[in-house]
């Protein structure tokens, strides 16, 4: 399995923004895609941002377009996600993850199965 930690969270106030960091380890297979996840309370953990490994492609959910960018560092193993014009419903726990073919809890994102995640780190905004 691939071992994911996210870290860059915190609070900020609405029109600012955050760096997300995720640094990936223990790959045994390959990864395909790369992803941003995020889960607030109450509501179904959604995709945020994609990216492909091999190439840069990235797809982003309609309600960041415009305002995230996710990005890659390959010889670092690491994944980015910058988040600008931040908004209160952008508040919620970021979870970095990686395409799995075998993960026994999964989502799917833009025809990409996700199943490795990592512990999340929380993102609030103020209004």
């Known amino acids: 399995q691939v071992h994911l930690v996210e870290s860059g969270g915190g609070s900020v106030q609405a029109g600012g923004s955050l760096s997300l960091t995720c640094v990936a380890s223990g790959y045994t297979e390959r990864t395909n895609y790369m992803g941003w996840f995020r889960q607030a309370p109450g509501k179904e953990r959604e995709g945020v941002a994609r990216i492909t490994t091999d190439n840069d492609f990235t797809y982003y959910a309609d309600s960041v377009k415009g305002r995230f960018t996710i990005s890659q560092d390959n010889a670092k193993n690491t994944v980015y996600l910058r988040m600008n014009s931040l908004k209160p419903e952008d508040s919620a726990m970021y979870y970095c993850?990686?395409?799995?073919?075998?993960?026994?809890?999964?989502?799917?994102?833009?025809?990409?199965?996700?199943?490795?995640w990592g512990p999340g780190t929380q993102v609030t905004v103020s209004p």
């Open positions: 993850a990686a395409d799995s073919t075998d993960a026994e809890e999964d989502s799917w994102f833009s025809g990409v199965k996700f199943g490795n």
